[in-house]
């Protein structure tokens, strides 16, 4: 069985990191913090959670790369199908109207979202009057979102699910195959930015009409998911669309009268 | 007083139809939250809950992150998340890595609830094709938890009880009839 993890020991981590990276767990969910770090001590073959703690303390180096541990980058293109159809058929209509867009992919993860989007914009014939920021607090799966070179095995669900979000083409036009890897068509990002990034201590200037924040805010407790979208609320206007997970709400962040439910099922938001 | 607080049921290929009688058999008041990590059809989001409804003596969800916990409800882990129960009565949820090949995985959702419930947490296992949940059904054992499995004699497919019965101890190994008796008898 797996080592065990108590609750001192979390806390002693988070405090070293705290003290030493003025980078605050405190406010990550219990859980999936816990089962991050079994991970850890796992993969780096750590004996108990001191050596963990004393290597974050004295290595900066280990200490970058335990950051990009924690963060959960499991993602997949039109992840939940019914939402990006959902999106096809009533918030593209709306952003239509728009002279320009600019949609905020607020943590791109290895970017299987961002060639998500700009397929379907491109499919709505949106894509040249369309602006994406993509970030993610993790350097190495933005350089993965920009090279656009995905593992092959897993198209064949992708596909699927480009199929069942009401593409008009085929998920196979916009890639070309080269051994085990799909390489996406760079041209469909080429009015994309990729930025690093930091949700929880970044402070983002531009105005958007969509971001996306989708499976990122269940790794944090309600006072971090308050900040969060209190932050969003000051990068959109009026009639601005947020869309996240389709099992996250926003239902219980202080800021959630400040939007409307515009699709219940699908989790979008409408900044009122 | 009941000395418990919590049931958690984990199940993969051939549990629904014993699912499904569990839940029938509940009373609209039983007053325990009842967890359900069921392996199921990655991008099929909907139409389960509605069809464990259909019977159930108790109100069946699939629930939002952070959403609270009441008892005399049967939350289902959604589809392609795990489900974990956090500490101050409240779910998150997840898209880490499979475990076992399942997401939503019935170890996790399992252990989390024994860290929160410890010894007042009852573990049910039943018919199921791998071995996910024999992790989990050993911590809630480990925390003074009671644990049961079915009878792998009676499941259609034993592999998951099987898993359960060599992880650690069982407390009592029963026919899904039996288990139905035990979880009403718990609440008394």
Redesign the interface.
């Known amino acids: 069985m797996e080592i065990e993890i108590d609750i001192q020991d979390i806390r002693k981590l988070v405090n070293t990191v705290k003290a030493k990276y003025a980078f605050d767990f405190g406010e990550y969910a219990l859980s999936s913090f816990k089962r991050r770090l079994v991970r850890i001590l796992d993969l780096y073959k750590f004996k108990d959670m001191n050596e963990l703690i004393n290597k974050v303390n004295f290595d900066k180096v280990f200490y970058e790369n335990f950051l990009k541990e924690i963060t959960v980058n499991t993602t997949e293109m039109f992840r939940d199908p019914s939402m990006w159809k959902k999106f096809r058929e009533t918030v593209v209509p709306e952003l239509a109207k728009l002279s320009s867009i600019r949609i905020w992919h607020s943590a791109c993860s290895s970017g299987e979202e961002v060639y998500s989007m700009a397929i379907l914009m491109k499919e709505a014939g949106l894509l040249e009057k369309t602006k994406f920021l993509a970030s993610d607090i993790n350097e190495d799966v933005i350089a993965t979102a920009r090279s656009g070179k995905y593992p092959l095995r897993n198209m064949p669900l992708h596909s699927d699910n480009y199929d069942k979000s009401g593409g008009t083409k085929k998920l196979t036009d916009y890639y070309k195959t080269n051994g085990d890897y799909a390489y996406m068509d760079l041209s469909l990002i080429h009015t994309t930015v990729f930025k690093k990034f930091d949700l929880v201590l970044g402070k983002q200037e531009q105005k958007f009409d969509v971001i996306l924040c989708r499976n990122v805010l269940i790794y944090f407790n309600l006072p971090l998911q308050d900040k969060i979208i209190e932050m969003f609320s000051g990068t959109v206007d009026t009639g601005a669309f947020l869309v996240v997970g389709s099992k996250e709400s926003i239902a219980w962040c202080k800021s959630a009268t400040k939007y409307s439910t515009f699709s219940f099922e699908e989790k979008i938001y409408r900044k009122l | 007083m009941s000395n418990y607080k919590a049931i958690v049921i984990g199940g993969s290929a051939g549990s629904f139809p014993l699912i499904t009688k569990i839940l029938a058999s509940l009373p609209k008041n039983y007053p325990f939250p009842v967890f359900l990590a069921l392996h199921r059809l990655k991008?099929v989001?909907t139409g389960f809950v509605e069809a464990l409804s259909i019977k159930s003596g108790i109100p069946v969800i699939?629930?939002?992150?952070?959403?609270q916990i009441k008892p005399g409800i049967a939350y289902l882990a959604?589809s392609?998340?795990h489900m974990?129960?956090?500490?101050g009565n409240t779910f998150?949820?997840?898209?880490?890595?499979m475990v076992k090949f399942s997401r939503p995985a019935i170890d996790?959702t399992f252990e989390?609830a024994s860290?929160v419930y410890r010894d007042k947490l009852v573990g049910v296992i039943v018919s199921g094709a791998n071995t996910d949940g024999a992790?989990g059904i050993?911590f809630v054992k480990k925390r003074g938890g009671l644990t049961i499995a079915q009878d792998p004699q009676e499941a259609t497919i034993s592999t998951m009880p099987d898993g359960a019965i060599k992880a650690t101890q069982i407390d009592h190994i029963l026919k899904i009839d039996d288990i139905v008796k035990k979880l009403i008898e718990v609440a008394n």
């Open positions: 991008h989001r699939e629930p939002n992150d952070k959403q959604p392609n998340y974990y129960i956090e500490p998150s949820l997840s898209t880490e890595e996790l989390t860290n992790n050993a």
